[in-house]
């Protein structure tokens, strides 16, 4: 037997002996939670799961491809998303174990085109999540770039060297949860530490030692995909194809089968007996600030492979997600009941609720705790309803541009977004800390507390660190007082316009691509919408209270400054 079709065969020879260990009925009952997808008519998913030594096997339901019939097997290739960005992150990791590099080499060694920030950004920043600069893909929103617009790496890379400096010193802070801008340029490193494309390296180093033979990054949007599944969405009227024309691997664009994430995700509960093992299992390590700090947010603390870390009903677990075009993808482990659960579709479906149940089908009566959060009984008596009418009312998250309502109603209390118009209760806990009613297993809180004469609360999810919201009182504007927010407002970096008109009343913004984008009013010269590229616009004025700009804040993106276009004189 050659020495490459060994490890084939005896990976074939692991997955029937897998199968072996699920019963008939039990099999059954796992078919059933994907019984929706197990069908010949429309997209699907595969699925895979491990469990301690003994069961491990994968999945397929659905097709691949609806125009020819072709089913998903576990062999096909579906698009990952986020998934993409523990390989990123770990390509940097061999790097610097193989002594081409250190995790504290400012960025700009690597990649002169960056910005001469006043602080240097070393590449630790870029793997700790905390360099402080801008998320592209809210810059993409604001442009009016579709995911089915062509997008590659160097476009990836030209909005990221227009932001001049970081929103805080890097290493000092943590940058929005999901940005890609960071995972961007550790794919550029590792292309000019190497002298490798990103995909090149990760076959030379990752997916060939792992024998994962249906894995690549994407770096070409028109690349033929052998084995693909293709991308699909769903409106009234039937199946269509959704359109992905992206090139920018690092934070998104890998391909990879069900097989083949059951071989990586195996490496996260093996004895580390080599080196990438050991630098696997180093991304589950949380990111830190360079004083120590952890990323706690309400998904769960992050790690190094950008896995969050949480309790899943009492029981400690890694939770990540893919979700782009129509593909979704959704991995659970369980590192103490040694269970590992993942799905993969093509379905335009999120898949994590199957992910779940499928590993709910081993570990349901090993939970601690209910699906259902159980909202303690208060040891103090009820505020009274002259205190809820005290802390009703709007609140504001500047930095992130996110506006909430707390209500009363049949002399309870409520939590709901702006515009809104049904919430969910508060329960009170004491005179200050209530617990919001929801269907899950989610514990989130409210601690209510007033500063400087300002009502205020921070919402905790779980083990997050506090989101704080402050109490205001909408700005009410007459038709002629929004006259002066309107005009032509320009971002000279990267040459974009966004027009501001009146309505009935009501201000609008247009973008560069003529979509209508209505603002409602937070504070005074403070604007929110319901689009997140334009979640906060902060109106600038001149010391003679002129209208000179405004700036956007939102998640991902901070500080953005447009400078308002004076008309030009009649001639």
């Not at 247009?510 to 504070?523: A, C, D, M, N």
Request: hydrophobic share 35%; net charge negative.
């Amino acid at each position: 037997m050659t020495k490459n079709v060994f490890p084939l065969v005896l990976s074939f020879l692991l997955y029937c002996l897998a199968y072996t260990q699920v019963t008939p009925k039990g099999q059954q009952q796992i078919d059933s939670i994907f019984s929706e997808w197990n069908t010949n008519e429309k997209p699907g998913m595969a699925a895979g799961l491990i469990y301690g030594d003994d069961i491990r096997y994968t999945m397929a339901y659905g097709l691949a491809d609806i125009e020819n019939g072709h089913p998903n097997t576990t062999q096909t290739k579906f698009q990952v998303d986020h998934l993409s960005r523990q390989f990123t992150v770990l390509a940097v990791l061999l790097l610097e174990k193989q002594g081409k590099l250190s995790l504290q080499d400012p960025v700009s060694k690597y990649v002169a085109e960056l910005p001469d920030f006043k602080k240097p950004l070393l590449i630790s920043h870029l793997v700790n999540h905390s360099s402080g600069l801008n998320d592209y893909e809210v810059v993409k929103g604001l442009l009016g770039i579709r995911e089915d617009h062509v997008f590659t790496h160097e476009d990836a890379l030209r909005l990221i060297y227009n932001q001049k400096e970081p929103n805080f010193t890097p290493g000092t802070d943590f940058s929005y949860i999901t940005s890609k801008t960071e995972l961007t340029l550790l794919a550029e490193i590792v292309k000019k530490v190497s002298s490798q494309s990103l995909d090149e390296f990760a076959q030379k180093n990752i997916f060939g030692p792992l024998q994962m033979k249906h894995s690549l990054f994407c770096e070409d949007y028109q690349q033929i995909i052998s084995e693909k599944a293709h991308s699909y969405h769903t409106p009234e009227n039937g199946f269509k194809r959704k359109v992905l024309n992206q090139g920018h691997a690092g934070p998104t664009n890998l391909y990879t089968s069900a097989e083949d994430l059951l071989k990586w995700y195996a490496n996260f509960m093996a004895k580390p007996s080599d080196e990438l093992t050991e630098l696997i299992q180093k991304l589950d390590t949380p990111v830190t600030l360079d004083n120590g700090n952890t990323y706690d947010s309400a998904w769960g603390r992050m790690t190094l492979g950008r896995s969050f870390f949480h309790k899943e009903r009492g029981e400690p677990a890694y939770w990540q997600y893919g979700l782009v075009g129509g593909y979704g993808a959704n991995v659970f482990r369980f590192p103490e009941q040694r269970l590992i659960s993942f799905v993969l579709g093509n379905n335009d479906s999120y898949n994590g609720y199957p992910a779940m149940m499928h590993a709910n089908h081993y570990i349901e009566d090993k939970y601690p705790e209910p699906n259902v959060v159980e909202i303690p009984k208060s040891k103090t008596r009820k505020p009274t309803l002259d205190y809820y009418k005290k802390i009703e009312g709007h609140y504001w998250n500047a930095k992130r541009g996110l506006a909430r309502r707390i209500y009363v109603s049949n002399d309870s209390l409520f939590y709901a977004r702006v515009g809104q118009e049904q919430g969910l209760p508060l329960i009170p806990l004491d005179k200050n800390k209530f617990q919001l009613q929801v269907e899950s297993d989610d514990k989130i809180y409210f601690n209510f507390s007033e500063e400087n004469g300002q009502q205020t609360y921070e919402a905790i999810s779980g083990g997050s660190s506090p989101s704080k919201y402050v109490k205001y009182v909408p700005t009410e504007y007459s038709e002629r007082q929004l006259q002066e927010f309107t005009g032509d407002f320009y971002e000279p970096n990267l040459a974009c316009v966004y027009r501001f008109n009146i309505k009935e009343g009501i201000l609008y913004a247009q973008s560069p691509t003529g979509r209508i984008i209505e603002l409602s009013p937070v504070i005074q010269d403070t604007f929110r919408s319901n689009v997140w590229s334009l979640a906060s616009v902060v109106y600038q004025r001149d010391i003679n209270g002129t209208i000179t700009g405004f700036k956007i804040n939102t998640d991902g993106l901070q500080n953005l400054e447009f400078i308002k276009i004076k008309p030009k004189a009649d001639s």
